[in-house]
């Protein structure tokens, strides 16, 4: 391997481990929810209020943020340098802190129907909570426009591991709510601490930034080169990456007619903890690659960016298709041990296990999914993710019409699996059409190889688990040993496999436990 794609596998496995320290935290904080309020009416109005202002930032700026800024920006160091790149910057920051500061004021406001919008199976009372809740929560809005713009100033000036700090930082601030502060001000105090998590996302990186060079210039200039290309971009950037969180609230809004609300519990805890394991890995890969694949296309380089996007997808299913088997084997004890307790009954985990189980299925085409959609923004196309992302949503909503009555949450889960892959595939055929190869003959027979491989861990985790049912104490230690040595064998029998039919990232991992052992 080159000495370029040994730092860039340094730093992807650097980013991978701070991003798991934050997503372990975001597990610890999820439990703490889920054990002080189960999946009763405060629970409920709480997810769905942190829930509504999310999915506000996400269809609306995270878009520009990530998709629009970020290759212009690049554009811009690559090809203008540093003082105009970041006068541009100046000005992108002023417009997102702007426009969110409206957007919250906004939200605020409509709370009611925004509510009634999002849930509409709640009663009154639980209808009432969750506005009053989303009135304190919205000025996230706001703090994460600015939090985000300052990831992408940092990302594209090739830092990193800031960025993929902050999610720690809100996490302890919310934990430590929960240990000190929530007997005495509840669910509202849970709600401002929250709020205060999120300003100090964009606070911790102001450091980063002065360390890096970056000068603020304040600025409301709309009509300069790089904003003309914002906005151009924006509205049909910002349309492809509204499926995700358009298909959350369309679940949500399932979900509050199920099990007297319930269901929104449950679909919001199985999905988030399908997305932290899956984000560790596909987050912090596409995070790394997309200024890169910016920078090739700025450059010119379409053989180098083929490149990097063929080997990124292929990698990246590589790991992610075992932690969908995984995933999907060892849901009940994950969502026992994890969330399991006080609260979180017995079936709040037996509905939370169905999700997650159903839910998993999307993982692969939610990893291809982001990693080409950044390949379409790098080369600041926005249209063919427009029109997947607008086909995926309506999926979804068809699916959810049909299968919710009969299938409950696993209805619920299975259409948003369903959705993802179809958003991949959709992405997928256009490039394949143009003649990019990110999927050549080889590639479907290491697919094939994963797939195989795959398989043999399933069945070895499966008939652990049917030897040790019976055996092991059904308490927390029970769960624990049952789920460590679930994924111990699973990891072993996965990557031995993949080493005895000839997979690449095998050998690869193979040669790097090597060089270490010998290191050490």
Request: hydrophobic share 55%.
């Amino acid at each position: 391997m080159s000495e370029k794609g040994n730092n860039a596998t340094k730093t992807i496995s650097i980013v991978m481990v701070i991003t798991l320290l934050g997503k372990v935290l975001g597990l610890v904080r999820d439990r703490l929810l889920a054990v002080n309020y189960g999946t009763g009416m405060q629970a409920n109005a709480f997810y769905t209020a942190s829930r509504i202002p999310r999915v506000f930032f996400d269809a609306v700026f995270a878009s520009a943020i990530a998709a629009c800024f970020i290759p212009v920006f690049s554009e811009y160091l690559t090809k203008q340098g540093r003082e105009k790149a970041f006068r541009f910057a100046g000005s992108f920051l002023t417009v997102m802190a702007a426009l969110t500061a409206v957007l919250s004021v906004a939200g605020m406001a409509f709370a009611g129907p925004l509510v009634e919008l999002f849930a509409d199976g709640y009663d009154a009372q639980t209808a009432r909570l969750a506005e009053e809740l989303t009135r304190i929560m919205f000025p996230t809005v706001l703090f994460t426009g600015v939090a985000f713009s300052f990831v992408g100033i940092l990302q594209s000036l090739d830092e990193f591991n800031i960025p993929a700090l902050i999610s720690t930082v809100s996490n302890l601030v919310i934990i430590g709510y929960y240990f000190t502060l929530n007997e005495k001000f509840g669910i509202y105090g849970l709600a401002v601490a929250f709020l205060l998590g999120w300003l100090l996302q964009a606070v911790v990186q102001l450091p980063a930034l002065r360390k890096r060079g970056f000068r603020y210039y304040p600025g409301f200039d709309w009509r300069s080169e790089g904003m003309k290309k914002v906005f151009a971009l924006m509205l049909p950037v910002m349309v492809s990456t509204w499926v995700q969180p358009i298909n959350l609230t369309i679940n949500s809004k399932f979900g509050s007619r199920l099990y007297g609300g319930a269901g929104v519990s449950a679909i919001e805890i199985s999905t988030n903890l399908y997305l932290i394991i899956a984000g560790v890995f596909v987050l912090s890969v596409t995070n790394v690659m997309f200024p890169k694949l910016s920078r090739q296309n700025a450059r010119g380089e379409g053989e180098a960016f083929r490149d990097t996007l063929c080997q990124t997808v292929h990698s990246t299913l590589f790991f992610v298709l075992p932690m969908c088997a995984g995933l999907m084997a060892l849901s009940r004890p994950l969502v026992s041990f994890i969330y399991g307790g006080g609260l979180f009954d017995t079936f709040s985990v037996d509905i939370t296990a169905q999700g997650l189980v159903w839910v998993s299925l999307g993982m692969a085409g939610y990893a291809v999914q982001n990693i080409l959609s950044r390949a379409y923004f790098a080369r600041q196309d926005g249209r063919t993710p427009l029109l997947a992302g607008a086909v995926s949503i309506g999926v979804n909503i068809v699916l959810c019409m049909v299968l919710v009555r009969p299938m409950q949450v696993a209805g619920l889960a299975i259409a948003s699996a369903v959705s993802s892959t179809v958003y991949a595939v959709l992405l997928l055929l256009p490039l394949e059409k143009k003649g990019e190869r990110v999927f050549t003959a080889a590639f479907w027979l290491d697919m094939l190889k994963m797939v195989l491989a795959v398989s043999l861990m399933a069945l070895a985790v499966r008939g652990l688990m049917g030897l040790l049912d019976g055996i092991l104490p059904g308490d927390k230690l029970g769960e624990l040993l049952l789920l460590g040595g679930g994924a111990a064998v699973g990891v072993g029998v996965y990557f031995l496999a993949a080493a005895l039919l000839g997979i690449s990232e095998a050998a690869m991992i193979k040669n790097m436990a090597k060089r270490m052992l010998k290191r050490g």
